[in-house]
């Protein structure tokens, strides 16, 4: 069982930054970690990925060269996100899995999610 904990969401105006923040702990740690994200009335959709070693680095379209993950030697990972859009606006989630896919179908263990908020 692997337990994920978000923290850093909030609410910032346009162009502005906010760090989130995925503790995960738990017996049995996954291979990779992602992080989701689902906006009212949308689908919840891919925004990057990384390995536990800081390997598999993946993000979305959408969000490359603005967002960056990483990941720390006690298995915090990290969701740095600048330059932000009104468009980010969304729950995100932090996810885990024993496989490297981009469906949410595909992870196991879910966080409970944090609010981001971007203003115009």
């Known amino acids: 069982q692997v337990q994920l904990v978000e923290s850093g969401g909030g609410l910032v105006q346009a162009g502005g930054s906010l760090r989130l923040s995925c503790a995960a702990s738990?017996?049995?740690?996954?291979?990779?970690f992602a992080w989701f994200r689902q906006a009212p009335g949308k689908e919840r959709e891919f925004v990057s990925r990384?390995?536990?070693?800081?390997?598999?680095l993946y993000y979305a379209d959408s969000v490359k060269g603005r967002f960056t993950i990483s990941i720390d030697n006690a298995n915090t990972v990290f969701l740095q996100m600048n330059s932000l859009k009104p468009e980010d606006t969304a729950v995100y989630y932090c996810?885990?899995?024993?496989?490297?896919?981009?469906?949410?179908?595909?992870?196991?263990?879910w966080g409970q999610g944090t609010q981001v908020t971007v203003s115009s």
């Open positions: 990384i390995s536990r070693s800081g390997s598999g």
């Open positions: 996810a885990s899995s024993f496989s490297s896919g981009l469906l949410p179908g595909e992870y196991n263990y």
């Open positions: 738990g017996r049995t740690l996954s291979s990779y």
